[in-house]
Every structure is written in C-alpha cells, then in structure tokens.
Antibody, heavy 117, light 109 residues
Framework: QVQLVQSGPEVKKPGASLKVSCKASGYTFTSNGISWVRQAPGEGLQWMGWISTHKGNTNYAQKFLGRVTVTKDTSTRTVYMELRSLRSDDTAVYYC??????????WGQGTLVTVAS | QSALTQPRSVSGSPGQSVAISCTGT?????????ISWYQQHPGKAPKLIIFDVNERPSGVPDRFSGSKSGNTASLTISGLQADDEADYYCCSYAGSPRVFGTGTRVTVL
C-alpha cells in the first residue's frame, strides 16, 4: 500500500533553516511527483511546491520563492523540503503528498514545526 | 495566487444534504478540470474525496459528489452522517501552482 512517512517534529529559532523528509513506499517512486503543503495552527491548507520524482524539476508557490527548495534522492525514495530564514509565522504542520495529475491522493502524517526564540 | 473562496461553515441534520461552493477565477477553476476536494478531521491529515471535478477515489461513498460551473466548483454531501463532520477544502490547478480554498467546517446538527 502507498505510504508516505515524514520525519519527526522540529523546534527551530527564527532565522534558522529547516529540512523535512518524506519517504515513499508501496508504488513506483518515479511515476508521480510529490507536493508539499503546510497548515498553520487553526488555518487552512497552503501549497508550497512540487517536485517531479522522475526528472527532478520543481515548481514553487510565489510566496515561498527564494526561501524553499525541494529535492529528491531516488536511491532512498525520499523527498526533502528545505525552508530557510524561518519566522514565527512558519510555525505549522508540514505535509508531503503524492501529486498525481494535480491531485493529492496520498498524504504523509505531517511534521509539526515550531519556530520560537 | 489568491486562495479560492469557500463559505466558512455549513450545517445540516443527519440524512440531509449540504453543498459547499468554491469560487475562483478563469485562471484556476474556470480554466481547468483539475478540481479536487479534501476532508480533514481534527488532528488528521487531509483525505482525498473528489478529483477531476467529479471523480471519486476507490472507497469514498457515492454520497459525495462534485460539479463545476464557470469559475465555481461545488461539493455535495448527501445523506449527511455524524462522521462527515469535518473541514473540507477544494483545490485547483492554476497553470503551474495549485491553489487551495479557504476551507469549510461542516457541522452535523
């Protein structure tokens, strides 16, 4: 069965960087891309970016351009999301999701990131 | 890219039907048929319930249906059940980025 397992919770200081991992299993890794979506406390879902697990090309939301990088390691079937220059309003649950023809059909369990001094 | 507009909340009694609207523009909902809907219970990851405007993934009951007209998509839940109480989000492809709706809380009275 398709599974996306994310790395554990993180606490970061303002200005630091964050790297969250998402390990895929149960399907052909290179057949579907992976998107990252975040959800601030009490807020809605926000799409951050996408990576093709086949060719490695990426696409980011304008809001995060220059601050986010999504990468992949095909040998370990893992996708990474790095967010730099963290601010308190980056406190959120970060999800990875399999992106199949612009549909998020399977989701990771979420990674809680807290940014506080 | 602005978020798609959804009503903040809708409610209904068990067995009734409720509809949730999702309004965008010709650059997102109106321009593509890649509209999806997600159900999210508190503290859980979202779950896909509708894709490509009106298609249901395996295992999602046919009480959930989707449609689109112009720049507005809609999700209808028929035969409302207690477990349908959750937050619902629409999402649309927008030419490269994807954009979510603001979210709707469904309350079962």
């Amino acid at each position: 069965q398709v599974q996306l397992v994310q790395s554990g919770p993180e606490v970061k200081k303002p200005g630091a960087s964050l790297k969250v991992s998402c390990k895929a299993s149960g399907y052909t890794f290179t057949s579907n891309g992976i998107s990252w979506v975040r959800q601030a406390p009490g807020e809605g879902l926000q799409w951050m970016g996408w990576i093709s697990t086949h060719k490695g090309n990426t696409n980011y939301a304008q809001k995060f351009l220059g601050r986010v990088t999504v990468t992949k390691d095909t040998s370990t079937r893992t996708v990474y999301m790095e967010l730099r220059s963290l601010r308190s309003d980056d406190t959120a649950v970060y999800y990875c999701a399999r992106d199949r023809h612009y549909t998020f059909d399977f989701w990771g369990q979420g990674t809680l990131v807290t940014v506080a001094s | 890219q602005s978020a798609l507009t959804q009503p903040r909340s809708v409610s209904g009694s068990p067995g009734q039907s409720v509809a949730i609207s999702c309004t965008g523009t010709s650059s997102d909902i109106g321009g593509y048929d890649y509209i999806s809907w997600y159900q999210q219970h508190p503290g859980k990851a979202p779950k896909l319930i509708i894709f490509d405007v009106n298609e249901r993934p395996s295992g999602v009951p046919d009480r959930f249906s989707g449609s689109k007209s112009g720049n507005t998509a809609s999700l209808t839940i028929s035969g409302l059940q207690a477990d349908d109480e959750a937050d619902y989000y629409c999402c649309s492809y927008a030419g490269s980025p994807r954009v979510f709706g603001t979210g709707t809380r469904v309350t079962v009275l």
